[in-house]
């Protein structure tokens, strides 16, 4: 299959545990029993948040961003370029490996299904019109909930209930600090192309301030639940913050954004045991 490996690097690899990360959590904090890692819908929606769903949120992102992404050298060589005349393929490849896990979300559950929902319709038009949040600053970060969907849909897929209403926003506020942040170095591109994101519109450092207000409040709405954890993951999120502040040069400050997916790869683990200890279930 020629197009295996542009598809796959479309799905950006590196990224994919911002969706399998939530969702390994959220099952974590809703399984019954341990055995429920070994069943059907465990696997099958983990396959899900792995390379399908990462070709829906970035291989849509792609499809409509080919103006900016021209004019931004990031996609020289670090992310690939999808020119015109690949959209087709990319469009029926999307459709191909996820409208299979909707169906079967449905099959599941109708809340399961509803919330898969929402995590296409985030992950869709925060790049497609006629929304393209994207382009609507506040609206660019707010939109990034997407990322916690995963987490969402494997608590009620295990559970049938949704998680509390603080812990979804708190993870929501994590998302968006992480939007606003990763905007920083597309700026000047951005500015060019005319696309106006919250990073635009703030500025750099406005911006970095805006993320550390984020972690701040996303540790504290979490801290009734996960107590020290959240407490320990907001410093080290705020350091990062502090430490972008202060770094002038470009390079330095994209160099930190490149760091992101290893330490919320660490977040993402402790966390998950964070998950698994506090679920009484798994130790019957």
Same mark, same amino acid.
């Given at each position: 299959?020629?197009?295996?490996?542009?598809?796959?690097?479309?799905?950006?690899?590196?990224?994919?545990?911002?969706?399998?990360?939530?969702?390994?959590?959220?099952?974590?904090?809703?399984?019954?029993?341990?055995?429920?890692?070994?069943?059907?819908?465990?696997?099958?929606?983990?396959?899900?948040?792995?390379?399908?769903?990462?070709?829906?949120?970035?291989?849509?992102?792609?499809?409509?961003?080919?103006?900016?992404?021209?004019?931004?050298?990031?996609?020289?060589?670090?992310?690939?370029?999808?020119?015109?005349?690949?959209?087709?393929?990319?469009?029926?490849?999307?459709?191909?490996?996820?409208?299979?896990?909707?169906?079967?979300?449905?099959?599941?559950?109708?809340?399961?299904?509803?919330?898969?929902?929402?995590?296409?319709? =985030?992950? @869709?038009? #925060?790049? $497609?019109?006629?929304?393209? +949040?994207?382009?609507?600053?506040?609206?660019? *970060?707010? %939109? !990034?909930?997407?990322?916690?969907?995963?987490?969402?849909?494997?608590?009620?897929?295990?559970?049938?209930?949704?998680?509390?209403?603080?812990?979804?926003?708190?993870?929501?506020?994590?998302?968006?600090?992480?939007?606003?942040?990763?905007?920083?170095?597309?700026?000047?591109?951005?500015?060019?192309?005319?696309?106006?994101?919250?990073?635009?519109?703030?500025?750099?450092?406005?911006?970095?301030?805006?993320?550390?207000?984020?972690?701040?409040?996303?540790?504290?709405?979490?801290?009734?639940?996960?107590?020290?954890?959240?407490?320990? =993951?907001? @410093?080290? #999120?705020? $350091?990062?913050?502090?430490? +972008?502040?202060?770094?002038?040069?470009?390079? *330095?400050? %994209? !160099?930190?954004?490149?760091?992101?997916?290893?330490?919320?790869?660490?977040?993402?683990?402790?966390?998950?045991?964070?998950?698994?200890?506090?679920?009484?279930?798994?130790?019957?």
């Amino acid at each position: 299959m020629p197009q295996l490996p542009f598809l796959i690097a479309i799905s950006r690899p590196r990224f994919w545990i911002y969706l399998f990360g939530p969702f390994l959590v959220g099952a974590a904090a809703a399984a019954s029993a341990v055995t429920e890692f070994y069943s059907i819908e465990f696997v099958l929606f983990a396959i899900c948040f792995s390379f399908p769903a990462n070709l829906l949120v970035y291989g849509i992102n792609d499809i409509f961003d080919y103006e900016t992404d021209r004019l931004n050298p990031k996609k020289a060589g670090y992310e690939l370029l999808v020119t015109p005349d690949r959209r087709k393929v990319l469009f029926a490849a999307i459709a191909l490996v996820n409208v299979p896990f909707l169906i079967a979300a449905f099959y599941f559950s109708a809340l399961a299904g509803a919330v898969m929902l929402s995590f296409w319709f =985030l992950s @869709i038009f #925060y790049s $497609a019109p006629p929304i393209r +949040a994207k382009a609507i600053p506040i609206l660019d *970060s707010t %939109f !990034n909930f997407l990322y916690i969907m995963p987490g969402v849909f494997a608590f009620v897929l295990f559970s049938n209930s949704l998680p509390a209403l603080d812990l979804i926003i708190a993870a929501g506020l994590w998302t968006m600090a992480m939007h606003a942040f990763s905007a920083v170095p597309d700026i000047e591109p951005d500015r060019s192309a005319g696309v106006a994101t919250i990073a635009t519109l703030l500025g750099r450092n406005k911006t970095i301030v805006f993320c550390l207000s984020l972690y701040i409040a996303a540790a504290a709405l979490a801290f009734p639940y996960l107590g020290p954890v959240a407490l320990t =993951l907001g @410093i080290a #999120y705020a $350091a990062m913050m502090f430490f +972008a502040l202060f770094r002038r040069s470009s390079s *330095s400050l %994209f !160099n930190i954004y490149r760091a992101f997916p290893l330490v919320n790869a660490a977040a993402g683990f402790v966390l998950f045991w964070a998950a698994v200890y506090l679920n009484p279930f798994l130790y019957r």
